[in-house]
């Protein structure tokens, strides 16, 4: 158990939707980034927030945005689902700074249908 | 940009070692990292060496860098039919509070009892 904790694990809505995606992240982590891994792009980063503020962004669609709270758990909102959207999307958290590994969380699997 | 390459497959019998290998392009790379994801469970972190180091050993596994040919190794000794997984490589690119990281496509290992 890595300690991020995803929710839902999966997820099916139709085209045109609007999903929610959750984290949390290992106690006393600062740092949560969100991975998009599909099978013709493979794993790509989306975005980082660092003690609630963005950090780095990465390919993330503006359909895509994302947010951290002030309880440093961090929420990926996805809108005007496309069929490209289906995709497992991790989470990963670190305390923060150069070189401190990421941990991940188990995923959230999007299936648009 | 970043890349990170890695072989598709590597098939090996159990008892014997894995040697599964990545390269990277991009020289300010400060971390290096190795990812396992078992079919439908999260990217678990086994471990990372950092830019300035060559070698790292961590009980089976030893992970080998050579910068100067940006050539990452993980060996797994005694490879266990538990082993059979897709391993990623990853490099960090270093921002002022954390790492996003830049995979490679992943490497499926097959251990054949």
């Known amino acids: 158990d890595s300690g991020v904790t995803q929710t839902p694990k999966h997820l099916i809505t139709a085209t045109g939707q609007r999903v929610t995606l959750r984290c949390s992240p290992r106690?006393?982590?600062?740092?949560v980034y969100w991975y998009q891994q599909s099978l013709d792009q493979g794993l790509q980063f989306l975005i980082q927030?660092?003690?609630?503020?963005?950090?780095a962004k990465g390919n993330i669609l503006e359909r895509f945005s994302a947010q951290q709270f002030p309880d440093l758990h961090s929420e990926l909102n996805l809108s005007s689902l496309e069929l490209g959207d289906s995709a497992l999307y991790f989470c990963?958290?670190?305390?923060?700074?150069?070189?401190?590994?990421?941990?991940f969380g188990d995923g959230t699997r999007l299936s648009i249908l | 940009g970043e890349d990170v390459e890695q072989s598709l497959f590597l098939s090996v019998r159990e008892g014997d070692s894995s040697v599964i290998n990545c390269t990277y392009t991009?020289?300010?790379?400060?971390?290096l990292y190795w990812y396992k994801q078992e079919p439908g469970a999260g990217l678990q972190l086994l471990t990372y060496?950092?830019?300035?180091?060559d070698m790292k050993q961590d009980q089976r596994l030893t992970v080998l860098l050579n910068k100067k040919d940006k050539h990452l190794s993980l060996r797994i000794a005694d490879t266990q039919t538990g082993d059979s997984a897709i391993y990623f490589c990853?490099?960090?690119?270093?921002?002022?509070?954390?790492?996003?990281?830049?995979f490679g496509g992943g490497t499926r290992l097959m251990v054949k009892p």
């Open positions: 990963a958290s670190s305390v923060g700074g150069s070189g401190q590994p990421q941990h």
């Open positions: 106690s006393g982590d600062l740092s």
């Open positions: 927030y660092y003690n609630g503020e963005e950090r």
């Open positions: 991009d020289s300010s790379s400060t971390y």
């Open positions: 060496i950092f830019s300035n180091m």
């Open positions: 990853a490099e960090s690119t270093p921002n002022n509070a954390g790492n996003m990281l830049t």
